[in-house]
């Protein structure tokens, strides 16, 4: 079983920034893709930022320019950090990763952290 456990949310203005962390742990695994979506009330899931299997980075268009992921393999951790936050920003943020163990592969997800971005 692999375990992801989300950091870093909170409250912060508008303009503020906020970084995000996401570690998966247990044993026997390998990380082929993970990365960071979010979602608000009544509206579906979307992607925010992620590394995919073949190590490129996808952005959503929201984000370009003011988000970061970064990643530690040796920790298998992801980051995001978060500049110039808007209130349009503010979601639920869950960590995504598509792992494989024992030659299957499977999708797993963090509890999700809530940013808040005050105007």
């Known amino acids: 079983q692999v375990q992801l456990v989300e950091s870093g949310g909170g409250l912060v203005q508008a303009g503020g920034s906020l970084r995000l962390s996401c570690a998966a742990s247990?044993?026997?695994?390998?990380?082929?893709?993970m990365g960071w979506y979010r979602q608000v009330p009544g509206k579906q899931r979307e992607l925010v930022a992620a590394?995919?299997?073949?190590?490129?980075?996808n952005y959503s268009d929201s984000v370009k320019g003011r988000f970061t992921i970064s990643r530690d393999n040796a920790r298998n951790t992801v980051y995001l950090q978060m500049n110039s936050l808007k209130p349009e920003d503010t979601a639920v943020y869950y960590c995504?990763?598509?792992?494989?163990?024992?030659?299957?592969?499977?999708?797993?997800w963090g509890q999700g952290t809530q940013v808040t971005v005050s105007s």
């Open positions: 590394f995919t299997s073949v190590g490129r980075i």
């Open positions: 995504n990763a598509e792992i494989t163990i024992a030659r299957v592969e499977l999708d797993y």
């Open positions: 247990g044993s026997r695994f390998s990380i082929n893709a």
